[in-house]
């Protein structure tokens, strides 16, 4: 079992920058999947990014490609979610995810969930 710990949301104007991080415990991040969701008020969540294993395979949904980048350190037992350019519709709860079992990198089926962290873009 693993347990997450997002951190790194915040306030922030639009076409501005965050960067988002989960660290992991465990001493077998690197055997997982680990993704990226939110979910804004009134919406279904989302995955946004996710990143296989060793990090080669990477997922983005369309509305954040090139300007999210999702990046991974084993060593460190943290995934990172590098925002730019951000939009008020980027307002948010990001979670983060982690799963074992082998599937499609944009399947949005996890094992393993955090408590999220709030994002707000203001216009």
């Known amino acids: 079992q693993v347990q997450l710990v997002e951190s790194g949301g915040g306030l922030v104007q639009a076409g501005g920058s965050l960067r988002l991080s989960c660290a992991a415990s465990g001493r077998t991040f690197s055997t997982y999947t680990m993704g990226w969701f939110r979910q804004a008020p009134g919406k279904e969540r989302e995955l946004v990014a996710a990143i296989s294993r060793s990090g080669v395979i990477i997922y983005y949904v369309d509305s954040v490609k090139g300007r999210f980048t999702i990046s991974r350190d084993n060593a460190k037992n943290t995934v990172y979610l590098e925002m730019n350019s951000l939009k008020p519709e980027d307002t948010a709860i990001y979670y983060c995810?982690?799963?074992?079992?082998?599937?499609?990198?944009?399947?949005?089926?996890?094992?393993?969930w955090g408590q999220g962290t709030q994002v707000t873009v203001s216009s």
């Open positions: 995810a982690a799963r074992r079992f082998t599937t499609t990198i944009e399947s949005t089926v996890y094992d393993y």
